[in-house]
């Protein structure tokens, strides 16, 4: 951090239009997908917790899904409008080196959920019979945990390799949010161990995880096919295809964005990319995994009907009360 300190104290984001017009427009189309995509997910975490029936494995793994998807989001819209919506696109050292490694922990651990998930599903149609006891309580949290503290350790290390860089030439960041490719993009320093850690830790995590869930659902597909029962076969295939699009939509835009060559300058396809995966799967993921679900629309109709019924019950006591007063 000292070679940092000492020759650049604050980074220039990427802007997306030098008209004001345009800036207000992106601000609020920015604020109105944050909403969106944070509303979807808390509700998804508030169902899920409030309704005794789903507290099982797999709504367990989608709780948690929403709940990073929930913080994935929040890393980088809110800044991002805010920052348009005001004109301001500095960011200092330190919330650029927070927003990197919150950016890298969270993406971490919403792909390894994801990776989770797809044993899950495996598990409970390719071995329904031991479903119970191989996904019981304890291994679930095991897992998320796992998650969780391999995330931090994925961070810290990427983070801290970023930040030992030097940035003498430019502080303007082509991104409209800090992220590491943006970072070697402008480094005065010798950046090849910090691709090659990139580039390792891509074949290790990335590809590790891409051939366990295209492993997974190979066998899922050659079970689901042998059902008798055409029904049962489309309620598996539309469980499972959705998954699968948005673990490629999520893994092509974050590879092509962490893996280009540095030397490459910034462009407005960078962030569009960029958007895809640090927007869009967070927004999407509470349609595809929980609100096309049938046991979900049933427990947030339930979940309402319980609060109406409430709010009557304590009008006719305050009705009641004050009859009585």
């Known amino acids: 951090m000292s070679n940092l300190t000492n020759s650049v104290t604050e980074f220039v984001l990427m802007a997306f239009s030098d008209t004001r017009e345009l800036q207000i427009l992106y601000s609020l189309i920015f604020f109105l997908t944050y909403s969106a995509g944070l509303m979807g997910n808390l509700l998804i975490v508030i169902i899920t917790t409030m309704d005794r029936r789903l507290h099982t494995p797999m709504y367990f793994f989608i709780r948690n899904l929403s709940i990073v998807d929930a913080c994935f989001i929040s890393v980088t819209v809110p800044s991002a409008s805010i920052n348009s919506l005001m004109n301001n696109r500095v960011i200092s050292v330190t919330g650029c080196a ?58 810290g290390l990427h983070t801290g390799l970023t930040f030992q860089l030097s940035f003498c ?11 590491i490719p943006s970072l070697l993009k402008i480094s005065c ?3 090849f161990y910090n691709i090659g850690s990139l580039l390792a830790s891509a074949l290790v995590v990335g590809v590790g995880c891409f051939v366990f869930i295209t492993a997974s659902y190979i066998r899922i597909f050659s079970t689901v ?52 995966y640090s927007i869009i799967p967070p927004l999407l993921n ?40």
């Open 225 to 276: 096919l042998r059902f008798p029962v055409k029904e049962d076969q489309r309620k598996a295939f539309s469980t499972c295809v959705p998954h699968i699009i948005v673990v490629c939509l999520f893994l092509v835009s974050m590879s092509y964005v962490y893996l280009q060559p540095p030397s490459d300058s910034g462009s407005i396809k960078d962030i569009i990319l960029s958007i895809f």
């Open 189 to 191: 320093s010798e950046t």
């Open 286 to 325: 509470p349609i595809v995994y929980s609100l096309r679900n049938k046991q979900i629309k049933e427990a947030i109709i339930t979940v309402m009907k319980r609060k109406l019924g409430q709010r009557k019950e304590k009008r006719k006591y305050k009705k009641n009360l004050f009859k009585k007063l």
């Open 98 to 155: 927070t927003q990197i490694f919150l950016v890298i922990f969270t993406a971490y651990v919403e792909f390894t959920l994801l990776t989770v998930m797809a044993r899950d599903r495996y598990v409970a149609i390719c071995q329904p019979l031991l479903y119970p006891v191989i996904m019981n309580p304890r291994a679930c949290m095991q897992m998320t945990l796992t998650c969780l503290f391999t995330g931090l350790l994925y961070a």
């Open 169 to 179: 030439n430019s502080n303007v960041i082509h991104q409209f949010f800090c992220d």
